[in-house]
């Protein structure tokens, strides 16, 4: 069974704070990864790819991703009330289908 | 500006009943999908199809059926609605031109609840 694994939270964190958001997956092909950003009663949106080791960095966003590892995360820096959200990790296994984590709730405080 | 239009947005059946939902995409993509999302149990794959003409089952294919009517367009139809199938269901397209590096965009979903 191919899984996605997150830590459910929530994870709590200050406005202008660094939040860390952690996934595992346990296919070792995996070749590309995505997180989502999912609003209480809304659909998921991308807000990043990433697809070799190392960093992406998008704006406040960076993905980050060991393949030896098995490990992505997503840092968010300066984080504002308006982050506060579920973060979806998605994996693809070079096929057409996602796999995805169960998300991790972000709340940020002002 | 649509991107992924799903149709209708809210709809409650009682236990037998049958429905389609219907989803289509205006984005040109090949593939298209179907996911129901649960409360603690994430998003999980119902159907897929990788291009026009085909499908293929995902986690979760009982109790649906579905139909790549055309490039556009893909709905998934309950035969016999059951509670279990509560639940919100999201669309998806993506362009996917193989490896799996292009991103899927969502519609707004259908929030269906069955008595």
């Known amino acids: 069974q191919k899984e996605v694994e997150q830590n459910s939270g929530p994870l709590s964190v200050p406005e202008g704070a660094i939040a860390s958001l952690n996934c595992t997956y346990s296919d070792r092909v995996s070749q590309s990864f995505f997180w989502y950003r999912q609003y209480s009663g809304k659909s998921p949106e991308l807000i990043m790819s990433i697809y070799s080791n190392g960093d992406k960095e998008d704006g406040r966003f960076t993905a980050q991703l060991n393949k030896a590892s098995q490990y992505v995360s997503l840092l968010i820096r300066d984080s504002q009330p308006s982050d506060s959200a579920t973060y979806l990790c998605?994996?693809?296994?070079?096929?057409?289908?996602?796999?995805f984590g169960k998300g991790t709730t972000l709340s940020v405080s002002s | 500006n649509a991107g992924v239009t799903q149709t209708p947005k809210f709809q409650v059946l009682k236990t037998g009943q049958s429905m389609t939902l219907q989803c289509a995409q205006d984005m040109n993509h090949n593939s298209m999908y179907w996911y129901r999302q649960d409360p603690g149990m994430g998003l999980r794959l119902i159907y897929y199809s990788a291009s026009e003409g085909t499908t293929d089952k995902g986690e979760v294919p009982n109790g649906y059926n579905v139909s790549r009517l055309n490039k556009r367009e893909f709905s998934l139809r309950l035969e016999s609605a059951a509670p279990s199938q509560t639940s919100v269901y999201f669309c998806?397209?993506?362009?996917?031109?193989?490896?799996?590096?292009?991103?899927?965009?969502f519609g707004d979903g259908t929030r269906l609840s069955i008595l």
């Open positions: 998605a994996v693809n296994q070079a096929g057409t289908a996602l796999i």
């Open positions: 998806a397209s993506n362009l996917n031109l193989g490896g799996g590096y292009q991103p899927q965009h």
